[in-house]
């Protein structure tokens, strides 16, 4: 079953996708932030076009444990998607999952001027790759 990654930011997504085993995580996507409703109906239909069986929403959550502001976001588009689609939508904690993107890329070797870009498909990689190792242990 394939699984697609949500990593919702105020000016991109990032998508990733799983592959057929749901073992590995792929970039797939960075869409434009326009409003809650369009871009839940944005995933919703890549997700249909994909053949996904589930969608993981990244949501931050502070130290202890809660959503931070925008983990809260990510809360509320996961609900507004799970309106926009019969896939089972779950939140995961992506913490940090920007901070591995960057890192990532240094590690891949990727110019300093290439790295300026945004970094959200790459987030949702690891977001998704999170998700995968952590379902594959149980």
Same mark, same amino acid.
């Given at each position: 079953?394939?699984?697609?990654?949500?990593?919702?930011?105020?000016?991109?997504?990032?998508?990733?996708?799983?592959?057929?085993?749901?073992?590995?995580?792929?970039?797939?996507?960075?869409?434009?932030?326009?409003?809650?409703?369009?871009?839940?109906?944005?995933?919703?239909?890549?997700?249909?076009?994909?053949?996904?069986?589930?969608?993981?929403?990244?949501?931050?959550? @502070?130290?202890?444990?809660?959503?931070?502001?925008?983990?809260?976001?990510?809360?509320?588009?996961?609900?507004?998607?799970?309106?926009?689609?019969?896939?089972?939508?779950?939140?995961? @904690?992506?913490?940090?999952?920007?901070?591995?993107?960057?890192?990532?890329?240094?590690?891949?070797?990727?110019?300093?001027?290439?790295?300026?870009?945004?970094?959200?498909?790459?987030?949702?990689?690891?977001?998704?790759?999170?998700?995968? @190792?952590?379902?594959?242990?149980?």
């Amino acid at each position: 079953m394939r699984i697609l990654a949500v990593d919702t930011g105020s000016k991109h997504i990032g998508l990733a996708i799983s592959d057929l085993t749901g073992t590995i995580a792929n970039p797939l996507k960075v869409l434009s932030h326009s409003s809650r409703l369009a871009d839940s109906a944005a995933v919703a239909e890549i997700a249909c076009a994909n053949q996904v069986g589930l969608i993981v929403v990244g949501q931050s959550l @502070d130290d202890d444990g809660q959503p931070t502001f925008e983990g809260r976001r990510a809360m509320r588009f996961a609900e507004v998607l799970k309106s926009q689609s019969r896939l089972p939508v779950v939140l995961w @904690d992506e913490s940090f999952t920007t901070q591995e993107a960057r890192a990532a890329r240094l590690a891949m070797g990727v110019s300093r001027r290439k790295r300026h870009g945004h970094l959200d498909e790459m987030a949702a990689t690891v977001l998704l790759q999170s998700y995968l @190792d952590t379902s594959i242990q149980k």
